[in-house]
């Protein structure tokens, strides 16, 4: 008899994969649920295929978590490569490759710098930004005019770390929907030449990090304040509604309550509780 390919119960799991180049971020995310051999599983932070590096991963109810996760600023690696251009502004639709001016390598090390602050940009029409519930990486791929509107990202670091001649490679610490390779141009705009992203690896999203895909509790990464509750511990089991008084922060917002076996989310408003999420099991 043929064993399935899914036949585990479902589990809560919260991981950081490593995606690699020239995939897609659902297309690894279909690879990883059939590794843990659970199909209930989802991603947050899409990396266009050309890029590679930290993609969280969350299994069962923890897919639910990813709107409360501490997931920014996001620090990216990106090499450029000088005297190419392309159509995605990576290495996937390379147009030309011509040679290019040295560089002062001081003045590379003062417009990374020049970097820091809020730019306003177009997205790449080669990226994961959707349009029409469409990728607009699928549509331009297709041969179909892709308009992107104007957006804005916030840089918050920079780091130069190297250049050898064409290639530049630095790091940028970002906002959430900033675009590396708009970035990248506007360095190299700003020193006057013509490039194109080679190498994007995303280091990190906020606290996560990849480390061999452990195992990590999700109560650590959620950006979301403790409460006490000193009520029946069975009103959250069961899902009935919670009496303000016995909560111990009376405050209007957003809030842990955490059992050993299980936590929820919950809001307080105009002296009300509701759940967001309940009895997400540990």
């Known amino acids: 008899m043929q064993k399935k390919l899914y036949d585990k119960e479902p589990l809560n799991k919260l991981v950081v994969v490593n995606k690699p180049m020239f995939r897609t971020s659902n297309s690894y995310l279909n690879e990883i649920k059939r590794k843990y051999r659970n199909k209930k599983a989802g991603f947050s932070g899409t990396l266009d295929p050309f890029a590679c590096g930290c993609l969280i991963v969350a299994f069962g109810q923890y897919s639910k978590l990813f709107n409360y996760l501490k997931k920014t600023p996001k620090t ?5 490569w000088l005297g190419t251009t392309s159509e995605s502004l990576d290495i996937e639709n390379v147009i030309s490759i011509n040679d290019e001016k040295r560089l002062d390598v001081n003045d590379i090390k003062r417009e990374i710098k020049n970097l820091v602050g809020i730019h306003e940009y177009y997205p790449p029409k080669f990226s994961a930004k959707k349009i029409d519930g469409k990728r607009a990486y699928d549509l331009a791929r297709e041969g ?13 670091d920079t780091k130069f770390i190297s250049y050898n001649h064409p290639f530049i490679t630095f790091e940028s610490t970002v906002s959430e929907g900033s675009y590396i390779r708009s970035l990248a ?15 994007l690896n995303r280091l990190n999203e906020g606290m996560f990090f990849y480390e061999n895909e452990k195992d990590l509790n999700p109560l650590d990464y959620l ?8 009520g029946e511990k069975s009103f959250f089991e069961n899902g009935k509604k919670i009496s303000l008084e016995f909560l111990e922060n009376k405050e209007e917002g957003t809030y842990i309550v955490k059992f050993e076996e299980f936590f929820s989310i919950i809001q307080i408003i105009d002296n009300e509780v509701k759940y967001l999420l309940n009895k997400v099991n540990l």
């Not at 990216?76 to 450029?80: F, K, L, M, N, Q």
């Not at 179909?144 to 918050?156: A, W």
């Not at 141009?185 to 190498?199: M, N």
């Not at 950006?223 to 000193?230: A, G, L, W």
Request: charged fraction near 25%; aromatic fraction near 10%; avoid cysteine.
């Open 76 to 80: 990216y690696r990106a090499v450029i």
């Open 185 to 199: 141009q506007i360095l190299l705009e700003s020193l006057d030449v013509k490039g194109t992203l080679s190498y």
């Open 144 to 156: 179909k005019d892709v308009k992107m509107k104007k957006s804005s990202m916030q840089i918050f």
């Open 223 to 230: 950006d979301i304040e403790h409460n006490i509750y000193t």
